[in-house]
């Protein structure tokens, strides 16, 4: 088998044997045909190589079309078209339509820069016209680039720039509108559609790497780009317009600072003359734009129409970003709030911050306290991380850009003290009127009980007068650990009443004269929160109608914010024609507004059928998380299944060492969910809603078909189902199976491996892997029954196109992977024996290998068969020598015949999982 054809016929009929034994396995069967026809020749790494290119190559184009499908139309024209059908009746309408933000969108760096760059731009160009997608999307794999922070940063900048640009052309588009419309009043008009943000150098929560002088660094590099584009926008209006100079003038003075904080200062005198020539008075250190939108719209109201639109385009995205690309997010968890606020008021630590005591001890410390000045010598030497967030906060907002607000996101937030003690630190550094602390809900035990902590929170006097100050309340929801805590579904569903109960503890203490920001944080891929269903079930399924209305219905305006995480994210806005579409769908559906008087969906009327149901999956989700064999089958490889796409480590930082007893607390949400995809069952989104429906299918189903949010649940659960397959999960057992490896041979047909499979199969006897993916199988497959059972009662609102096709590449590009997995696990146990050092034996190197952790083995391989050894001639020394008398080649056969062929099966495998990641939609 040498072709793609050959392998999904052969995997075709392999099926048909599914009818006539269970207990069949296609997709591992399929593996060992290709791994005799390997281990004896008939085909080669090179073979198997050009099979994945094709495979890939599909998975490149199924990734064009779905990024078009979801964003149709795509054509500027056609999206010019659509917004222009959103101007509003009369001049009051427009304000009200264009005034306020329909979306703020954060631009994060979440780990998922899956795609090479040369690949990314051939998946967003094919996606960017109607035009038929062909083979141009599959460019050839490139070498991965080292993913940095600076990359991450860039990539943002690059995604937020053409964002900008779209919201610009909005802007402009809208303005004429109004021109035409209301002649006489237009110019009052201030648009502001959108507002962009990004944490891209600011998150610290789970890392070390980034020092407070980095974070200063981005910022002044983003107010010298946003500065750079303000120019050329205001120079294609008028190439001698008199703001041009204060605008060049800034310009270079932040490109100066810029690369001042650019540079390493972790020593006193560097730091010293970086911050002094930073916070020293200039006449080209701009502050703010407040004068120069000012002036701006004071010059479009005498000028003519056109050059109005432009002026006043201009100063919406001053206003919008301010003298930055956007807006910025610091991020921290609240272990390190907690330590900072001891200081203050528990040195000895003998105080429980959600007592009755430590409240009371926090208001009145906010009473009292007196804001302090600092400087960077003071942010420099802080050692706690959280207070170093607020100085450098302060620092960024006393000289750097003194409009735009920070948020400061609090990770597992679940004490209202935890709100106090950010608010304490705001106003000891005199940030609390530009910082809008916000807590992160999305651990098990935050959804549970966010409840009561809203009610506590907003009852606190001095919490709502920093609300009234700010205007607003911001909440943050997390998508892809609650999912992986919960289950998806019901993650949905608990993150939906904890936003509904802040609509009601806003309306129950009188803050419904400010603004509720909800930002919900969710991925690209479906086990994180992205619905598959198109751009409406995207923006609804982490803001439900249903949580709308109760916001609509009290009064209260509402701030949806969503998150474009890492590459996959940026995806949308990788081209100026997806950007515009991007934004003009979230435009078009408006997520901020929704029918006050629209019927109440019976989704939330039967809660007697809706709630168990949510229960019951969750419980099933959470016996998943909870079990050993769950926890030992992700676990079984590592992160050897998945490509390095992110300069955050996927594991805590806290359990390094802890790599032979891996369990899941270890793993983060993105690559728990990437390892689901690999395995090929998305267990935390479909797991659980068969079983939830045992005795009381009909019901469950009646109201599942006739809810518009049970619909919407369904479709996520079919398009998950469509892509998954048990089989695949027990295949991977199979590799570890002690049988398997000491049948192989048994009949003569590969003797020459005979060696080799007996020492894999001596080495396996203790292995459990085997048991643990049958059992694991075993529990799905049961699972499994019964949501087919509920799903032939639902009508198929949206079948998958093409399901049979992608099943089929998925599955055979599984098959590969599990023949190079053979093929490494032969070629590891065939290299021959050598001695003990630096504490690593042969059988450490073998568990390397079986748990994929292979950059690790070929270390050790190469340092025990060097090929290159000094020479005499790297000597100089005058005595002579007749030793040595040999060619000395070192161990160059080994390298040849038993490593390379490792490390490039591995490196194949790894192109697998990208294929995969790229038919599931997304990474991780």
């Known amino acids: 088998m040498k072709s793609v054809a050959d392998l999904t016929k052969r995997l075709s009929e392999l099926h048909q044997q599914t009818r006539e034994t269970p207990l069949f396995n296609p997709v591992f069967q399929l593996s060992l045909d290709l791994s005799r026809e390997l281990e004896s020749q008939k085909i080669s790494l090179d073979d198997i190589e050009r099979m994945i290119a094709e495979l890939e190559c599909g998975s490149l184009k199924s990734r064009a079309g779905r990024l078009r499908s979801n964003l149709a139309p795509i054509s500027p024209e056609a999206n010019d078209a659509a917004l222009a059908e959103l101007g509003g009746d009369d001049f009051d309408a427009f304000r009200a339509r264009w005034e306020n933000p329909g979306l703020h969108a954060v631009f994060t760096a979440h780990p998922t820069f899956l795609l090479t760059p040369e690949q990314t731009a051939a998946v967003a160009q094919s996606a960017s016209s109607d035009a038929e997608i062909t083979d141009d999307t599959c460019v050839a794999t490139s070498e991965r680039p080292t993913i940095s922070l600076s990359y991450e940063h860039d990539r943002a900048m690059q995604a937020i720039a053409h964002a900008q640009d779209a919201r610009d052309r909005i802007v402009s588009n809208a303005l004429g509108q109004a021109a035409e419309a209301f002649p006489s009043k237009w110019y009052e008009a201030k648009p502001l559609p959108f507002r962009f943000a990004s944490w891209v150098g600011y998150d610290m929560d789970g890392r070390t790497d980034i020092k407070w002088f980095d974070s200063i660094g981005f910022r002044l590099s983003e107010k010298a780009q946003r500065l750079e584009r303000y120019v050329s926008t205001l120079q294609a209006i008028d190439d001698a317009h008199p703001l041009l100079e204060t605008l060049r003038n800034a310009l270079s003075y932040s490109q100066d600072r810029a690369a001042d904080f650019g540079e390493d200062l972790s020593e006193p005198a560097a730091l010293s003359k970086a911050a002094n020539t930073l916070t020293a008075d200039h006449p080209h250190k701009l502050l703010s734009l407040a004068p120069v939108i000012e002036l701006l719209e004071a010059e479009a109201v005498g000028s003519d129409t056109q050059r109005a639109i432009g002026l006043k385009t201009l100063a919406a995205a001053m206003r919008a970003d301010g003298l930055g690309m956007g807006w910025i997010h610091f991020r921290v968890n609240s272990s390190q709030l907690h330590n900072a606020i001891r200081r203050r008021i528990d040195p000895d630590n003998t105080l429980d911050l959600g007592s009755k005591g430590a409240m009371a001890t926090l208001r009145e410390l906010l009473e009292k306290v007196q804001p302090l000045r600092s400087n960077f ?428 096709n992608i099943r089929r590449s998925i599955g055979a590009l599984q098959a590969l992977r599990l023949t190079l997995l053979q093929h490494m696990f032969l070629k590891a146990v065939s290299i021959p024996a050598f001695s003990r050092a630096n504490d690593i034996s042969r059988n450490d190197v073998l568990e390397m290998v079986f748990t994929l952790r292979i950059d690790d083995a070929l270390a050790q391989l190469r340092r025990a068969y060097p090929t290159s050894f000094p020479g005499l001639d790297n000597f100089s020394v005058d005595e002579p020598s007749d030793y040595p008398d040999g060619a000395g080649e070192g161990y160059t056969a080994i390298q040849r015949d038993y490593i390379d062929p490792l490390e490039r099966a591995y490196q194949l495998s790894l192109r697998i999982s990208t294929a995969i990641a790229n038919q599931f939609g997304a990474h991780g």
């Open 377 to 804: 010598a003071a942010l420099a030497i802080e050692s706690s991380t959280a207070i170093r967030q607020f100085l450098a906060m302060a620092q960024i907002i006393q000289h750097v850009d003194g409009d735009a607000p920070i948020r400061m996101l609090i990770a597992e937030c679940e004490q209202p003290s935890t709100i106090l003690a950010a608010l304490y630190f705001s106003k000891l550094f005199g940030i609390e009127d530009m910082v809008d602390v916000s807590p992160l809900f999305e651990t098990e035990s935050a959804l549970e009980h966010g409840g009561r902590f809203l009610d506590a929170l907003l009852a606190e006097p001095i919490y709502q007068e920093y609300a009234r100050g700010r205007g607003r309340i911001a909440i943050q929801t997390g998508f892809s650990d609650a999912g992986r805590f919960v289950g998806q579904i019901p993650a949905s569903l608990a993150i939906e009443r904890l936003q509904g109960r802040l609509a009601t503890a806003m309306k129950d203490n009188g803050l419904t004269d400010v603004a509720a920001l909800i930002f919900n944080t969710h991925g690209e891929s479906m086990g994180r929160g992205a619905h598959p269903g198109g751009f409406a079930d995207r923006l609804a399924w982490p803001l439900s109608p249903w949580t709308r209305r109760r916001f609509v219905r009290a009064g209260i305006r509402l701030e949806p914010e969503v998150s474009f995480q890492g590459g996959d994210g940026y995806l949308h806005f990788a081209t100026p024609e997806l950007a515009l579409a991007t934004l003009t769908r979230i435009a078009t559906l408006d997520p901020a507004h929704t029918d006050p008087d629209a019927p109440t969906d019976q989704f939330y009327r039967r809660t007697d059928l809706s709630l168990d149901f949510y229960r019951a999956v969750r419980k099933h989700q959470r016996d998943h998380l909870e079990s050993q064999t769950y926890s030992r089958a992700l676990t079984a490889f590592g992160l050897g299944l998945l490509n390095s796409t992110g300069s955050r480590v996927s594991r805590r930082q806290s359990d390094l060492s802890a790599d032979r007893d891996m369990n899941l607390r270890q793993i983060r949400a993105i690559p728990h969910n990437a390892i689901l995809q690999q395995l090929g069952y998305p267990i935390n989104i479909i797991s659980g809603i068969g079983s939830a429906a045992d005795g009381n299918y009909e019901d469950l189903a009646a109201l599942l078909t006739e809810s518009e949010r049970g619909k919407q649940l369904i479709r996520l659960v079919r398009a998950s189902n469509a892509l998954a397959s048990i089989k695949t999960v027990a295949a991977f057992g199979e590799l570890f199976n002690s049988a398997y490896w000491a049948s192989r041979p048994y009949r003569g047909t590969e003797s020459h491996l005979s060696d080799a499979c007996e020492t894999l199969a001596e080495y396996l006897t203790k292995d459990d892997r085997t048991g643990v993916f049958r059992r694991l199988a075993s529990r799905l497959r049961v699972d499994a029954l019964k949501l087919h059972r509920l799903l032939d009662m639902i009508p198929d609102e949206a079948p998958l196109d093409d399901r049979e």
